[in-house]
Structures are given as structure tokens and as C-alpha cells.
């Protein structure tokens, strides 16, 4: 994974703000992160050719 989609994948999850949702459980913040990381997964895929694993 290149630094700039690393950077841009961090700055998305800074976006949600977790530190305001700590009363949330642990299944809502994988419901509310789980397409955002299928979807950062599928984009690495098809791009690579692989599971990005470097």
C-alpha cells in the first residue's frame, strides 16, 4: 500500500471521530466500519492483483 493511500485511509477514519462514540459497542463500530474497509480491501485488490500483503 503506497504512504498516500496510507494517509488518505487515516485521515478518513480520523473523520469518524471514535473518540465521541466510546458508549457505542464493539458490533455498531464494526458495522459502521466494515464496508469502509471491504471496500479500501476490494480497491487494494484490484489494483494490485493481490491482497496488498507487502
Keep these: 500500500m ?3 493511500s ?3 485511509i ?3 477514519l480520523r473523520k469518524l471521530n471514535f473518540h465521541n ?3 457505542r459497542g464493539i458490533q455498531d463500530l ?3 466500519l466494515n ?3 471491504r ?3 476490494n480497491q487494494t485488490c484490484s489494483i494490485t ?3 496488498g500483503t507487502n
Design 21 to 23: 462514540k466510546t458508549q
Design 6 to 8: 496510507k494517509v488518505r
Design 49 to 51: 492483483g493481490n491482497w
Design 2 to 4: 503506497s504512504r498516500k
Design 35 to 37: 464496508p469502509k474497509i
Design 39 to 41: 471496500g479500501w480491501v
Design 10 to 12: 487515516n485521515g478518513e
Design 30 to 32: 464494526a458495522t459502521m
